[in-house]
């Protein structure tokens, strides 16, 4: 008998592509895959026929703060509080009908949902959806706090110093350096690498010739069963799980253009930016003289609807050489020949699926992971080179003619070329233990007192 899983995606986009990959991942291994989810940014149910879909109010679609986005924190802290009881209830619902749930397996920023998990006896699995690096970055903060690297006085002076603990990362990797909320970040951070530590298993969109080290790392330190089981988009595509329209006038326009020659801009689905940096990413594009498909999503300049904070002159100059449109396919983007290279924010998924399409990268970074993310992809990993000092023009257009025209970008090609290849001939034991796994947890509650 086929046992059920029950997935809790966090609602963002870069979170709920790998949760609905991960579903469909484990459903073509024989699993029965039920969906709890947020009214906030739901999923498609007809987009995944095979899976139910139980959806749940969340408190972020009535609060007009949180749900217009860009208040990432007030989201995390709603999810965690006002919808953590709605999720008992389905579950314990769930339970009380399905006598064959094997697990749960709920993003691990929604840290609450451990409790519940305990609570109604069933086992809960992490899966974090960004890399082991960032991840052992935030495990590290209470001991790098203690030692005075985040006090409010002195972060700023200290932001180029390297942090000993965490080679090659520096101050301003680990968390970024504008952020407005330092301790109410903190909290949300520890509180899921605690709420990581108590769950029966942790998955990661993550391979071993990428992170082989940082996995070791982590083993170390967790001792959790863990499933480096990515990267998930080989195995299912992203775009079903898509919250905007992706613009397939994208794929025509590159269809005209040559071979390696064009620039992918991105910056994913959360970060913003002002409208001075705006004028810098327009005119280091604009400067580079690279032909460039840019993704401008509504809402990337707070507040804007979409192009009028685009500097005077710049459609005019860049003409024909670049496109630009609101949202892409972006797998299918980076798999067209015509794309010689990829400017990110170094969202995880982003720089999975660069790495998987062999394309060099710009690398960007706002809040959270990418920082992290960032720093490995020029320091340690060598695939890509990072910004170092946000958004200038000149650093820009050097970047740009670096990746798409100098030997620096051809070598970072050829070893991207060696990482695909691994992929491509990758075994699927991490898979096969992950079912293992699964298959043998059992459920140590009461199914007939699980509904309240
Ligand atoms: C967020 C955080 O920003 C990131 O740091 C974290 O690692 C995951 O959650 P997001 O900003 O959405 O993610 O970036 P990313 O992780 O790169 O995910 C974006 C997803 O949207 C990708 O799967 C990408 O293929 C898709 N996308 C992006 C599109 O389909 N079209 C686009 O135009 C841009």
Not at 47 to 60: A, E, L, Q, R, S
Not at 88 to 106: M, Q
Request: proline letters at 5%; aromatic letters at 8%; glycine letters at 6%.
């Amino acid at each position: 008998m086929s046992r059920r899983i029950i997935l809790l995606p966090m609602p963002f986009q870069g979170h709920i592509n790998p949760m609905m990959q991960l579903g469909s991942i484990l459903h073509s291994r024989g699993f029965a895959i039920s969906i709890i989810h947020t009214q906030y940014n739901s999923p498609d149910p007809s987009k995944y026929p095979h899976f139910t879909f139980h959806p749940i109010p969340d408190g972020v679609s009535e609060d007009s703060q949180a749900s217009k986005g860009g208040d990432i924190l007030r989201v995390l802290h709603l999810i965690n509080t006002d919808c953590v009881p709605l999720f008992r209830d389905c579950l314990g619902k769930l339970l009380s009908i399905h006598d064959d749930i094997a697990c749960v397996i709920t993003d691990a920023i929604i840290y609450s949902s451990q409790a519940v998990a305990e609570n109604l006896g069933v086992k809960r699995i992490a899966l974090r959806t960004s890399s082991v690096c960032s991840f052992l970055a935030f495990a590290t903060l209470p001991l790098l706090r203690e030692k005075g690297f985040y006090s409010d006085d002195t972060l700023d002076s200290r932001r180029e110093d390297p942090v000993p603990e965490l080679p090659p990362l520096k101050v301003k990797d680990v968390l970024g350096i504008k952020i407005q909320n330092m301790d109410v970040t903190l909290k949300v951070v520890c509180d899921m690498v605690e709420g990581t530590k108590k769950a029966s298993g942790l998955i990661f969109n993550t391979f071993q010739d990428l992170e082989g080290s940082d996995l070791a790392n982590l083993h170390d330190l967790f001792r959790l069963p863990t499933f480096p089981i990515g990267p998930f988009h080989k195995f299912f595509s992203a775009a079903s799980s898509s919250l905007l329209t992706q613009d397939r006038s994208s794929v025509s326009w590159l269809d005209t253009q040559t071979t390696s020659s064009v620039l992918y801009v991105s910056f994913g689905s959360l970060a913003a930016m002002d409208e001075r940096d705006l004028t810098e990413v327009a005119w280091g594009l604009a400067n580079s003289m690279q032909p460039f498909l840019w993704a401008v999503r509504p809402g990337l300049v707070q507040g804007s609807q979409w192009l009028e904070s685009l500097p005077n002159g710049f459609l005019e100059v860049i003409s024909e050489r670049g496109y630009i449109v609101k949202w892409t396919p972006q797998q299918e983007v980076l798999s067209h020949p015509a794309v010689g290279g990829f400017w990110t924010h170094s969202g995880w998924n982003s720089i999975l699926e660069s790495v998987c399409e062999g394309v060099p990268m710009i690398c960007s970074s706002c809040f959270g992971d990418q920082m992290v993310n960032s720093r490995y992809i020029n320091d340690v990993w060598k695939l890509g080179i990072k910004l170092e000092d946000g958004f200038k023009r000149e650093e820009i257009e050097l970047a740009i003619r670096k990746i798409m025209l100098h030997r620096e970008g051809q070598e970072i090609r050829g070893k991207l070329l060696c990482l695909k290849e691994k992929i491509d001939s990758a075994s699927s034991t991490s898979l096969d233990a992950l079912s293992d796994f699964i298959s043998s947890l059992k459920y140590s509650g009461d199914y007939s007192s699980a509904l309240v």
